[in-house]
């Protein structure tokens, strides 16, 4: 067998366990109803993707959101028709691709055998692998970023730099990385930025094209720093105020909360740097407040827990029952924990060499990229297999001693500890998301119980209203279905006395009163 034959067997074992990971969760998660409906980003997504598909390619330009991953869903959806299965399989497939390429780029930093390990980690590693079967952002920009690092270390530096700008249309964030492409010797540096600036221009087109040349790929940044720097902020929800009304102006929460807060006829760059204002006046207001914010969001970069986001990986191991096997729940806290664990030994692994150098440029840079926002679980992940092919590398020039091995058990003990509670605080209620999906379905008493549970989890925060309102309201539209309108009544009342405001209990209370006047005569 020569050299390159054994690569390549590596490579078609390496994506052949990651698609019998990715096909047996999506096996098991795909008659979920929170995969038929999906939450918050994913239902977001699909209904941009169906809109490009039905005709709309520039639909929502100028944009709030970054349009390469909606672009791409809506591409696939005109081909292979609208449903939330398509998009989950083309995640999938693009997921699986990602890990080949991973695999292919650590034969360029590891030995074969170390290059073949990681690489099954990486293609185990229970946050990717779930969402590979979502309609999330993460499966693409993930693969776009492992095929830029592949293509620089086979000194394929112009084409990997139109893939970097390619992920930043995808998410702005990866900007931050074009200064790697200057890193590699011979030519002329500057030009290698040519090729990323191609990607950005053309959304930058759109966008001005549709009336705002100040947004150049997304608007988004501005109310997400602030969001992730405001007094009330607690560094890893992304929770937007709901109006008082409870009605929306756009078809995203986040975005409607932006604009409604923003001055009166602000374009949506005007908004971008309103909120952007507010999040630096905040932290210049009470520079203690914003840098024991920035410590705390530190420690959430790399608590061993899965901190929620639009998805709460631990609840999903429910519906997702390939999970089980996958994602260790507190306060074990697996698969992250491994990587605090191996950490002294990855310190303690000798002088760093050049691609250790490159691999955590890498990673303190798409960490950079997360922490002036907040910090989740799925914002993280995309630093991930860097860390992994960093510690790979390390780790097999030097044999841990049992010495470092013990202050690693320390270290991820004391982190799990530390992490207690951390993903019950979060403001993430998976309940009242699978409750929604439960009424999409029809299940309409699997919903009701599941907005019971949501308000116990939203109760976890008196801070926040984690949903609070709105699943009373449901609770009292379920009840006027079965015709309980004494119980209707007292759901509506009950979500007033948290919001007196709330548009929707407003008006059902005033329909039932009138369907109530009409009976008495």
């Not at 890193?183 to 500057?190: D, E, F, L, N, W």
């Not at 990587?339 to 310190?347: D, F, K, N, R, S």
């Not at 029809?442 to 308000?455: H, I, R």
Request: proline share 8%; with cysteine.
């Amino acid at each position: 067998m020569t050299r390159r034959t054994g690569f390549a067997l590596d490579t078609l074992m390496v994506t052949c366990v990651s698609l019998a990971a990715r096909s047996a969760l999506f096996a098991g998660f795909s008659s979920a109803p929170l995969f038929l409906h999906p939450p918050v980003d994913g239902a977001w997504h699909h209904r941009w993707a169906s809109l490009i598909a039905s005709g709309d390619p520039f639909v929502f330009a100028p944009y709030f959101r970054a349009p390469l991953y909606p672009w791409i869903l809506g591409a696939v959806y005109s081909v292979f028709g609208t449903s939330v299965t398509t998009g989950a399989l083309f995640s999938l497939a693009v997921s699986v691709a990602g890990c080949a390429l991973f695999h292919r780029a650590a034969l360029s930093f590891c030995s074969r055998r170390t290059a073949l390990a990681v690489s099954l980690c990486w293609a185990l590693w229970a946050p990717a692998v779930f969402m590979s079967s979502t309609l999330l952002i993460e499966p693409l920009y993930m693969t776009l970023l492992l095929l830029a690092l592949y293509l620089i270390s086979k000194g394929r530096v112009p084409a990997a730099s139109a893939v970097l700008g390619l992920a930043a249309t995808a998410r702005p964030g990866a900007i931050l990385l074009l200064p790697l492409l200057l890193v590699p010797s011979g030519g002329r540096k500057a030009l290698r930025l040519l090729p990323a600036l191609l990607p950005i221009l053309l959304v930058w087109c759109v966008n001005a094209i549709k009336g705002d040349p100040g947004v150049i790929i997304s608007s988004q940044g501005g109310i997400n720093l602030y969001l992730g720097n405001s007094p009330d902020s607690d560094g890893m929800t992304a929770f937007a105020p709901v109006p008082p009304d409870g009605l929306t102006v756009r078809p995203d929460n986040v975005w409607s909360a932006s604009v409604r807060g923003a001055p009166a006829g602000a374009s949506e760059s005007g908004v971008s740097r309103y909120w952007t204002g507010r999040a630096l006046s905040a932290a210049l207001d009470d520079p203690a407040r914003w840098a024991a914010l920035t410590a705390w969001k530190l420690f959430l970069l790399v608590t061993p827990a899965e901190i929620p986001g639009n998805y709460d990986l631990y609840y999903m191991r429910g519906p997702a029952p390939a999970l089980r096997f996958l994602l260790a729940p507190p306060p074990l806290f697996l698969p992250f924990s491994l990587l605090l664990l191996l950490l002294p030994a990855v310190l303690a692994a000798g002088k760093a060499d050049k691609p250790d150098r490159t691999l955590t440029a890498w990673v303190v840079l798409l960490l950079a990229g997360v922490l002036p926002f907040f910090v989740t679980s799925r914002f993280r992940l995309p630093a991930v297999p860097f860390i992994l092919l960093l510690y790979a590398r390390r780790l097999e020039r030097s044999r841990p001693r049992i010495a470092v091995l013990l202050a690693g058990v320390v270290l991820a003990g004391a982190a799990s500890f530390a992490s207690r509670g951390l993903v019950e605080r979060a403001g993430v209620n998976m309940p009242f998301q699978d409750a929604l999906a439960h009424a999409g379905e029809g299940d309409m008493k699997g919903a009701e119980a599941l907005f019971l549970q949501s308000l116990d989890r939203s109760s976890l925060r008196s801070d926040l209203s984690m949903n609070r309102v709105e699943a009373m309201h449901n609770l009292g539209l379920i009840a006027a279905r079965r015709g309980d309108l004494d119980d209707a009544r007292g759901w509506w009342l009950a979500a007033l006395d948290c919001s007196p405001g709330f548009m929707p209990s407003l008006e059902a209370l005033d329909a039932l009163e009138a369907i109530t006047a009409g009976r008495v005569r």
